[in-house]
């Protein structure tokens, strides 16, 4: 199936780069690529059976992006001070050494509280209030501010858990009334049953005998802090790649991995949140995206077990993933190879979605040629041509 979708004047190369990931990759293979700069659509591509430039699938934790959007705004307004112990919010969280652990050090993954003893289920996994019930009395798995670690399935309940407290109301409401509905975005945290059409379900990985064996070698003991963070310690483990499949996940629309997105839609949420969009002003100011942006952790992930580089509930996408950004550039991505962020130094705002879930490395691999094609692009043609 050729490739789909239209390119501005300057942006041809990128639509030969990705053309070219379609011939890397076995058969079935299908995504969509859509790119704006200060606030003007330049990309918008798709391709691979079944797909359309609409259509809608799992990303993961690119959701993280669009909860820690809405914690932004209330941090630009005063709302919540990043510097507050979550306590002062939610006083049920003071418990097992958890009493002096604040805002920030939830958002920059230090917290240590990146699962539960004993796991969660399903249902549990697609609730967010069931998950911050949870935490609440647990003990964390490292002394909170020492080290950080990807809290995988719980951040988004966690801080979301805080904004409830603060303002009355979840941080699925106040993304869908204060950034999705009004931007026109087709990014959803919980997705409605009227839109339910349009979802593709996640499929699974295909991986060369080669990978096989290697995700064989590293897959992660059950109760060690990878498995405890990706649900693994439960008696029915999580399967990652099967999450967004489950209605009730789509539904809940858990702010740490349950939502739904195009590459429009992802792109276009960072659009909003650094220039502007279809004539509304920018979600955030440079102050505040420069402090989410800020990196507050940054080496050995403990669990993750690799380098990585967390500003404030966002990715610093310069230091951890795409080094010609600019320093300021932040986002998230998502398990199944799902990638967003925005660079204020270009104005680029970029949203990549596929619906197989990739090998890491390879996925990585492609996207950061997208990405490096992009910011040429957008260096040289700023405007769209």
């Known amino acids: 199936m050729p490739i789909q979708g239209t390119v501005a004047k300057g942006y041809e190369g990128v639509r030969e780069v990705f053309e070219a990931t379609f011939a890397e990759e076995r058969a079935g293979h299908s995504a969509q690529l859509a790119a704006y700069v200060h606030g003007e659509q330049v990309v918008d591509l798709w391709g691979g059976p079944g797909i359309e430039g609409d259509s809608l699938t799992g ?11 809405v914690v932004a705004l209330l941090v ?20 097992a050494g958890k009493e002096h652990v604040t805002l920030r050090d939830l958002l920059a993954h230090r917290a240590g509280l990146i699962g539960a003893d004993g796991g969660f289920t399903l249902e549990e996994l697609a609730d967010d209030r069931a998950i911050a019930a949870k935490l609440a009395a647990q003990r964390p798995f490292w002394r909170p501010g020492t080290a950080f670690g990807y809290h995988a399935y719980v ?3 966690l801080t979301g858990e805080v904004v409830l407290r603060a303002t009355g109301r979840t941080v699925q409401e106040l993304y ?4 999705r509905a009004p931007y026109g975005l087709d990014f959803y945290m919980a997705l409605p049953e009227e839109q339910e059409h349009r979802f593709l379900a996640t499929q699974p990985m295909d991986p060369t005998p080669a990978q096989t064996r290697f995700l064989q070698e590293n897959a992660p003991g059950a109760h060690s802090l990878c498995g405890v ?3 693994l310690n439960h008696a029915v483990p999580t399967v990652l790649e099967e999450l967004p499949n489950h209605r009730v996940i789509r539904a809940g629309g858990p702010a740490s991995v349950g939502g739904t997105a195009s590459a429009r839609g992802l792109a276009g949420m960072y659009a909003a949140a650094i220039s502007g969009l279809n004539g509304k002003e920018a979600l955030l100011t440079a102050g505040t995206a420069a402090e989410f942006a800020q990196i507050h952790s940054a080496g050995h992930d403990l669990v993750a077990g690799a380098f990585a580089a967390f500003g404030l509930g966002f990715g610093n996408m310069s230091a951890d993933r795409f080094p010609f950004l600019g320093a300021r550039a932040f986002g998230h991505g998502g398990a199944a ?7 204020p130094s270009t104005g680029l705002a970029f949203g990549f979605n596929r619906r197989r879930f990739a090998f890491r490395e390879d996925n990585h691999a492609q996207v950061t040629r997208l990405a490096r094609a992009l910011h040429e692009a957008a260096t040289t043609s700023p405007a769209g041509g």
Request: hydrophobic share 45%.
């Open 76 to 95: 630009q307004e005063g709302v919540l001070d990043l510097d507050r112990e979550v306590r002062h919010y939610w006083p049920e969280f003071a418990a």
């Open 229 to 231: 963070a990706f649900n």
């Open 176 to 179: 869908e009334e204060r950034i």
């Open 337 to 343: 190879g799902s990638q967003a962020f925005a660079d």
């Open 155 to 157: 951040i988004g309940a």
């Open 59 to 69: 990303v993961f934790s690119s959701t993280k992006g669009a909860a820690h959007l």
